[in-house]
């Protein structure tokens, strides 16, 4: 007699879920070293074909700091990071600093199939975008959601467990 096998493996949850684009800042990296590396040749250039106009060494140096202004601008795309435990979710975007969710204030992790990122929803149906999860990303981007919705069922399922305080 052929032995039937579970068709649905059991499998641990993760305990820390973290991510960060991966294919956008590729692009941004490629693009920040393209941008500065033009600059810095458009800088030594400058002297001798300057169309009558002189270019000193001042104007060298500051072309390029603003290829260095350019570039670093370019990498904000790399900025984006996902972490997720037990506790919350911590998400840090493109600009600004951390935010961190408490599971308790999260109704639902989604990732609609026409949005580019991941988001929260919380309660008033505010949004916070999870820019760390990019449908550029897919199998890193599938991933991650599995692991958020799998933290976020489990401390739905503990939050119920527990017995409100008074």
Partial sequence: MPSVSDPSPVTEQPTIVSARPIRTARLAMASAAVVFVVM????FLEP???AGAHFGVKDQVFTVIIGVILAVGLLLPTRPRLVADADGVRVRGFVGAWKTVPWELVQRVEFPSNARLARLVLPGE????IAAVQRYDR???VSAMRGLRGLFAATRATQEKTPPQE
């Fill in 40 to 43: 810095v040749a458009v800088a």
């Fill in 126 to 129: 505010e949004l916070i975008a």
């Fill in 48 to 50: 001798s074909h300057n």
């Fill in 139 to 141: 199998e890193q981007a």
